[in-house]
Each structure stands twice: as C-alpha cells, then as structure tokens.
C-alpha cells in the first residue's frame, strides 16, 4: 500500500465511478481498477460494491476513505514542511475562491502574486463556501478565500478585508436618481437574490430582512453577472459587494450603483488555511499582497 494507492481510493469514493476516477488520477481504467482489488486482495475486505450502474462504498469502506484522506493530508503536509524549509515562498498553492470574490479580486493580486513571489505556482479552485471548506480541510486545498465565519476547530482565518454592499438598480428605477438607498426603501418582490448555497444570498437576507421583510421565496440565480443582467432590464434590484464597481466599472447606461445608506451591510473577506498548515509564512505573504491590492476607497482592510 501507499499514497498513490490512497488517492485512487478517495478518488474512487468521491466520483462512484472507475472511469471518472481514472481520469482524475491521469491513469487508465484497467489500470486503476486493477491496484484498487490489489489493495482489498492485502486488506482482505471489499471497499466497493461494483454495479453496471454505479460504485457505492462499504461500510467498512467509508472508514478506510476517511483514513486514507487522512493520511494523504499528512502526506501532502510532510512535503509542504520541506518546501517550506528550502523555500517558503516556491512550490505549489491551491487557492480556493468563492465565486463572488474571485472575478472581482483575481484580476487585482494575480500579477502582483506573480511578481512577488515568481516561483509559487499557484492554483485557483471556485467553488462554493460548503465544498470549499469541505475540501480544505481534506487536503485538496492549502488555503481558501470565503466571506462566511469559520466553525471548523481545524480551520484558521486570517481576515482580508470588510467589504460593504452597494445597492445595483436600473438606470429608469425611482431610487436611481438618489446618491444612497436606505434598505428599507427597496420592495420585497423585486428583490433579486443568488441560488441557495451562496454565501452572499444569505448575507443579503440577513442585511434586509428586518428593513424589508424578504423571505426565502426571491429568484434565484446562479451568478451576480446574470442578477446584473436583470437588474439592467429593468426586472429587478439586488445587494453587490463593493469590488464589483472597482473604477466605476458596473456604472453603465442601463445600470447604476448606489451606496447602501446605512453602511452596514457588507461582509468580511477572510483567508482560511487548516491549524496545522505548515506554510503560515506564504499564507501570510498572500494575505499582504490581498490587502495591498483591494482599493481602500471601497472596503476597509483589515491591520
């Protein structure tokens, strides 16, 4: 048994599927299925139940995948401790983003990333807060940049910046002509929310629903382009966090951003890593050159 066996075995467990699996391992099928009854031959148990249809896990199966996570993680961790000691700053980084941030941030720290630190190869993961963190915590990712609070005891924060939300309306809508909108001012029904599973549909919510009384009943969409597109024809309102009119850039002739009045609705950015990264050190050279790059004119970065 080792770690490339592993990997497999998680691989397996996660897509259900010998093919798919794989694929994702850059192995052939009769390869990979052939180490994956090697390894239940030496166990002496089975770890999947085979079908034409799907691959389901064991019981005894489920405990061996959580092991071998485990056991990847370290692994991964080990050689993460000897770069750190030849070089902090080189070798890989796999950066999770929310997409509600990465589009509006990546275009502001990715050259600098490059420039300040020319032998990390980093790498983007978007995804969704749940698998994100998920995936953090497995392993699969070194750090991760979410707007939600941590409540993993095995993740860490290191909080980027605070970042208000602007109200986007229709050029032709009557709170346009207003320099803010108080929350209270927006109906309901036309407010226009995010898909379940957004980070930012719940901040939203929570940021109204005293003012406005929305309920979970608003559309919802699957990015904050395409609420922008309906906010442009006129089919609705939404919250937006600020990064999204860096230089004025949402500001159209169909669309307008507004201030929201109270200033406190928004959210804060944070840098996740797991407690025992062993690379605090590039985690924290990240989170400077985040902090460097946001524009201090539309969020407030944190010391």
């Given at each position: ?125 978007e995804g969704l807060t749940p698998d994100l963190m998920k995936r953090l915590a497995n392993g699969d990712l070194d750090g991760a940049i979410l707007a939600t609070e941590l409540e993993d005891p095995h993740l860490k924060e290191i909080v980027l910046y605070d970042e208000p939300f602007w109200v986007a309306l229709s050029e032709n809508h009557p709170l346009a002509a207003h320099e803010t909108v108080d929350l209270g ?119």
């Amino acid at each position: 048994m080792n770690i490339r066996d592993l990997e497999y075995v998680v691989a397996v467990s996660e897509e259900r599927h010998f093919g798919r699996a794989a694929v994702r391992c850059h192995i052939s099928q009769p390869a990979l299925s052939g180490q994956i009854r090697k390894l239940e031959a030496s166990l002496g148990v089975a770890l999947f139940e085979r079908t034409n249809r799907i691959v389901q896990v064991t019981p005894v199966g489920e405990q061996i995948v959580a092991q071998a996570r485990r056991l990847i993680t370290i692994s991964d961790e080990i050689v993460a401790t000897a770069q750190n000691a030849r070089d902090p700053f080189s070798g890989q980084f796999r950066l999770g983003i929310i997409p509600t941030v990465g589009p509006y941030l990546s275009p502001l720290i990715l050259t600098e990333i490059s420039r300040g630190l020319p032998n990390l190869a980093l790498t983007l993961v978007e995804g969704l807060t749940p698998d994100l963190m998920k995936r953090l915590a497995n392993g699969d990712l070194d750090g991760a940049i979410l707007a939600t609070e941590l409540e993993d005891p095995h993740l860490k924060e290191i909080v980027l910046y605070d970042e208000p939300f602007w109200v986007a309306l229709s050029e032709n809508h009557p709170l346009a002509a207003h320099e803010t909108v108080d929350l209270g001012e927006l109906s309901p029904e036309e407010l226009l929310l995010l898909a379940d599973g957004h980070c930012l549909r719940d901040q939203v919510v929570d940021a109204c629903q005293a003012k406005t009384g929305i309920n979970n009943a608003n559309t919802r969409e699957t990015s904050l382009e395409t609420l922008f597109a309906l906010v442009a024809a006129g089919d609705g309102v939404t919250l937006a966090p600020a990064l999204t009119n860096r230089n004025g850039s949402r500001q159209s002739s169909t669309i307008v951003m507004r201030r929201e009045r109270s200033g406190t609705a928004g959210r804060t950015v944070r840098l996740a890593i797991r407690v025992s990264y062993p690379r605090a050190e590039l985690a924290d050279r990240l989170a400077s050159i985040v902090r460097a790059k946001v524009p201090a004119s539309l969020v407030t970065v944190a010391n």
